[in-house]
């Protein structure tokens, strides 16, 4: 199988792009959700470093450049209708802007929502700016 033709098992949606969940390969953690478009998704089968598009900034995101949290790609999985995209990634350090070790740090308890996960890293130490 071509590379092109690997990548047109894909079901990107209109905006060419589809779902991401990255989850720690070792622990099952799952880590954050984000896009690939076909760029990021042929850099990541390229490079072994996990890169993303950014729709804020319409641009391909490789995780860790401003950071330094990279994601090495360990295993890449399809879900059954070819719309999800399953990165199963080696992270090195936090994987969310906020500082945290996961984005899903908001469990749904008693009809509200409560952190239950807390900040290893300052975010202002990872981007020199909070988010």
Known sequence: MTAESFLD????????LVPAIAQQHDSGE????????????AETLATGRVCYWSRSRQALWRKGDTSGQ??????LRL????????VRVDQTGVACHTGRRSCFFRVARDGRWETDLPVLQDPKALYGHSH
């Open 9 to 16: 098992e894909v079901s990107f949606d209109a905006d060419g």
């Open 30 to 41: 799952i880590l954050m959700m984000a896009w690939m478009n076909r760029d990021a998704l």
């Open 79 to 86: 879900d059954c209708d070819g719309d999800a995209i399953l």
């Open 70 to 75: 990279t994601q090495r790609l360990v295993e």
